[in-house]
């Protein structure tokens, strides 16, 4: 469905949890965080519901993010019953790979598409330092698992303080080229700032190009990931829900004050 600026609304983003087993310096606080009940939280039900209606108003590509999806219980189900929506040609996850090793093949054979893994450096000190006690050694054992599951192009995203070309980017750069995947470099933004740019190797951040919408893990859908517009679920129905939010899509980003990047999923 075009929205009023004639932008195809196509792409839907889904965080299934807010919950996440890293804490990164840029997304979560590290402690003290105020969480969603689960009551609050849509099951799998409420979101088939949604992708179904969705795809009546044009979604053809969906991305499972979080939190961290993979925590959140029985998340292979929800994928495969996504991946049976007919309509969908493009069925993607975000992780940050911690679990992957495990949920690699489960995912593929479930029929997920693609992965995009987070990956800031190589360094593994460097690593635990941001994202607050992650073992890199276990997303290194996520990826090649993903890799022999089949699951392709697996792209990296990569957070970058100032330029791709800072030692940590460069490391991760060359990992990337070694091992055979593709790399987006992503700037470091504030949502309540209003801090954001063009992704460097990927599509985000351009909004005369943007094609999506959001649906957080409480069942709000939102046009644009740098606005407080939001639109209940449960409240609206998912088609007044969808509907209204591709009418009011606004045509350049702002700021949001009520959201944060772990629940809404980037
Ligand atoms: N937990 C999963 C992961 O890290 O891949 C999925 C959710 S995470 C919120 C989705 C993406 O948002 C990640 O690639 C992460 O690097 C990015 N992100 C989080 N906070 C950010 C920030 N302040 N600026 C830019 N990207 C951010
Ligand atoms: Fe968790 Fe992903 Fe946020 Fe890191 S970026 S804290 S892995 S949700």
Not at 3 to 32: A, H, Q, W
Not at 81 to 97: F, K, Q, R, V, W
Not at 191 to 202: M, P, Y
């Amino acid at each position: 469905m075009l929205d009023p600026f004639k932008r195809d609304i196509n792409y839907l983003r889904i965080s299934v949890t807010d919950r996440c087993n890293l804490r990164c310096t840029y997304c979560m606080p590290e402690t003290g965080i105020s969480l969603l009940k689960h009551e609050d939280i849509l099951s799998f039900e409420e979101i088939i519901e949604v992708v179904n209606v969705a795809v009546q108003s044009g979604i053809r590509k969906v991305r499972v993010t979080g939190g961290e999806p993979l925590v959140r219980k029985g998340v292979t189900s929800l994928i495969e019953s996504i991946a049976h929506i007919e309509g969908i040609n493009d069925l993607s996850l975000t992780t940050n790979a911690v679990l992957l090793e495990e949920f690699a093949k489960p995912l593929a054979d479930a029929g997920l598409h693609r992965l995009n893994i987070s990956l800031d450096t190589c360094d593994p000190d460097r690593y635990a330092a941001i994202t607050r006690g992650g073992d890199i050694r276990k997303v290194v054992r996520g990826i090649v698992a993903a890799q022999k599951a089949g699951l392709h192009p697996i792209k990296i995203n990569c957070v970058i303080n100032q330029t791709s070309d800072e030692p940590d980017a460069l490391g991760v750069k060359e990992f990337c080229k070694n091992a055979g995947l593709e790399v987006r470099f992503i700037h470091r933004m504030r949502l309540d700032k209003g801090e954001f740019s063009v992704v460097e190797g990927g599509s985000g951040g351009d909004c005369p190009q943007c094609n999506r919408l959001r649906l957080t893990a409480d069942g709000k859908i939102k046009p644009c990931l740098f606005s407080d517009l939001e639109f209940d679920v449960r409240r609206l129905g998912p088609f007044h829900a969808i509907t209204q939010a591709i009418q009011s899509k606004p045509e350049c980003g702002t700021f949001s004050r009520n959201n944060q990047f772990h629940n809404i999923g980037g």
